[in-house]
């Protein structure tokens, strides 16, 4: 966008990785030739598989009723969105009558870490599993999910949870026994990705961004994958998702849960 404004652009860094930011880059993994083709391993139809992508674009009054009512109720407009999905899985009726579902939160940690908005990527992720409380109250659900979010995103579990894993993958004998751990790690019913209010311009001389949207990243052994990438531009809160085998009237069905309970 500045390019295209005609700003000069400067030369950026190049940064280091996120492994040697959290201090674990002497703990290598020993032998690691042995996931060599890990990749390609995962899932070898993965080429033949055509991902569906949707998107719905939320009202900015809708995203400020959010906002505002997920502060009242002391959690955050993540933590809603978590819950607006256990909801909706319950009306459509695609996980049972009382779902409970596993749900990954990826976690930046920029500040944490005191990078800021460097080009590199620097996540881990968490995982949850909720389910609609008894009182059958919507805020309760967004507070509980926030509450057990929270302990998640410190810096100590993070590496902790790095730590353990690069010890678990340095024991394994095989490249099947890898491809399973990758697996299992990397399941969960919904990923709900949300780099919430972007921190940069969006007007660059005569040109005006007006949304963004994504991230879109399917991985893992599952084709029934259900990938929510969400992002706010504008004061306009932009979901994109992500799926192999994908749920209809998903997004529509969150947007209706949403405006109910704000």
């Known amino acids: 966008m500045e390019a295209h404004a005609g700003r000069p652009l400067d030369p950026l860094p190049v940064p280091p990785p996120h492994e040697q930011l959290l201090g674990l880059e002497d703990e290598s993994i020993e032998d690691s030739s042995k996931f060599s083709g890990v990749a390609r391993s ?113 810096l100590d579990r993070i590496v902790k949870s790095r730590r353990e894993f690069r010890q678990l993958l340095s024991s394994v004998p095989d490249l099947e026994t890898v491809r399973q751990i990758v697996g299992q790690g990397m399941k969960n019913d919904f990923v709900l990705s949300n780099m919430g209010s972007l921190p940069f311009d969006t007007q660059y001389g005569r040109l005006r961004l007006e ?16 990938f929510l990438g969400v992002a706010t531009v504008n004061e306009r809160l932009s979901l994109l998702y992500s799926s192999h085998a994908p749920i209809p009237r998903l997004l529509e069905t969150m947007e209706s849960v949403l405006v109910e309970h704000v």
């Not at 939320?58 to 256990?86: D, F, M, N, P």
């Not at 909706?88 to 500040?111: D, F, N, Q, W, Y």
């Not at 949207?213 to 994958?225: F, K």
């Open 42 to 154: 995962i899932n070898p139809d993965f080429f033949k598989l055509a991902p569906r992508v949707a998107s719905l674009r939320l009202s900015e009054e809708l995203t400020g009723k959010l906002k505002a009512r997920s502060q009242q109720e002391e959690t955050s407009v993540h933590c809603a969105l978590q819950a607006s999905i256990v909801f909706t899985a319950k009306e459509l009726a695609t996980h049972g009558v009382h779902p409970r579902l596993g749900v990954g939160s990826p976690i930046s940690t920029r500040k944490t870490l005191h990078q800021g908005e460097i080009c590199v990527l620097l996540t881990d992720i968490a995982r949850q599993q909720l389910s609609i409380p008894g009182s059958g109250d919507f805020w309760e659900l967004a507070r509980c999910a926030r509450n057990e979010l929270a302990p998640q995103q410190s």
């Open 211 to 226: 949304t963004m949207w994504g991230p879109s990243i399917l991985i893992g052994t599952s084709e029934d994958q259900q």
